[in-house]
């Protein structure tokens, strides 16, 4: 079934490294009209596509800004409107900084059943170096506000290779998260992202070799306190992957409402301007160009990038199940010809290592 992303781009403050759609200082008034133009695109989206959604993602900016009653409009709205069954996968990210008290509840009230946590350090002096605005303490707060709304299912972000970190640090954060019965992480590198106050002036960061050293890190510590890789960036205990972000990996049609957000729909990818106003005035989704991509959009090149990603890899069943042959001899030959601690190729298909996740690009572009 279809996967359901709704982007809600409310934020406090914008965090320094930030390149997601998100505005600050929002107010009732624009909140009231963008949950209007959300119910409104839901319900042209619904009778347009017809069809049902098993995972819903609420995503940003900081969704739980909406507030309680909002947010649980806009869910009970999404449900019915797609006819999403009881057992599927609907996710909330959240702020720890913030009083998650009665937003849980609300949210757990209307099926909601797993958060999503930007905790990105388990140390006060690195989290105040993000620009973060909330401390170690605050995120254990939100995690026992989960438990209590009855939400076992937490993921926790962790960023890596930011000021000041160490590989201590990145074990401290493993940890941390297993203690707190976190059933799930997403661990991934900190990217100088365009147009960001960190771009313009970079803070001291460790060089490549130190991240990456970091990275190998955290897929260490992870795996010693129970989670498992299975994509480059994500980990999990058994069953606690990511239903909704798998979606995206195994190219499943997904539908993006929102300003920024992104479709897959009918083999073709659509996606809203970065722009609330616009949003707000019902403007209609754009397709990509594909001119402006190297690699063709639903082509099996496409279904090997993002197939690469996951620990499983590019396997044989999955790619005939897709377009009807085996791998191509010319991908399997140049897979084996890289260096093993990169990548394995055998009877199942191809798949990177650890290693080889840290310089997928490279091996993507060789391969295809």
């Known amino acids: 079934m279809l996967g359901l992303y709704l982007h809600v781009p409310f934020c406090m403050s914008k965090c320094p490294y930030c390149d997601f759609y998100s505005l600050a200082g929002s107010t009732d008034d624009d909140k009231d009209r963008y949950l209007q133009s959300m119910l409104d695109s839901l319900r042209h989206w619904s009778a347009k596509l017809n069809t049902s959604a098993d995972t819903v993602y609420l995503g940003g900016g900081t969704p739980t800004l909406l507030g309680a009653e909002r947010l649980s409009r806009l869910i009970a709205s999404a449900r019915d409107m797609f006819s999403v069954p009881n057992d599927a996968e609907i996710t909330l990210e959240a702020n720890p900084g913030d009083d998650l008290n009665d937003v849980l509840t609300a949210f757990a009230a209307v099926g909601g059943n797993r958060l999503s946590l930007g905790v990105q350090a388990v140390n006060d002096r690195q989290l105040q170096l993000l620009g973060r605005r909330h401390t170690v303490a605050d995120a254990e707060s939100a995690i026992s506000a989960a438990h209590r709304a009855g939400i076992f299912n937490v993921s926790c972000d962790l960023m890596l290779g930011t000021s000041e970190q160490t590989a201590e640090d990145v074990r401290a954060a493993a940890r941390r998260f297993a203690a707190w019965d976190a059933r799930h992480v997403s661990a991934y590198l900190l990217k100088l992202e365009s147009g ?13 070799d130190a991240s990456a050293t970091l990275y190998l890190e955290a897929v260490t510590a992870l795996k010693e306190q129970g989670y498992a890789q299975y994509e480059i960036s994500n980990f999990a205990h058994p069953g606690f992957e990511s239903r909704h972000n798998l979606k ?15 479709s897959f729909l009918d083999g073709k990818r659509l996606y809203y301007p970065r722009s609330l106003s616009d949003f707000l005035s019902a403007c209609k989704p754009l397709a990509e160009n594909p001119s402006d991509t190297v690699i063709p959009e639903n082509s099996p090149e496409e279904f090997a990038m993002l197939r690469l990603r996951l620990t499983a890899g590019l396997t044989e069943t999955a790619f ?29 298909g191809i798949r990177l290592s650890p290693d080889g996740f840290l310089v997928s690009d490279a091996i993507l572009a060789r391969l295809l």
């Open 320 to 348: 005939k199940a897709r377009f009807g042959s085996p791998l191509p001899a010319a991908w399997r030959k140049k897979a084996a010809a890289l260096p093993p601690h990169l990548v394995t190729v055998d009877a199942d």
């Open 196 to 208: 960001t106050p960190y771009a313009a002036a970079p803070p001291s960061l460790p060089d490549e």
């Open 248 to 262: 995206y990996w195994y190219s499943d049609p997904y539908l993006g409402i929102g300003p920024a957000a992104h």
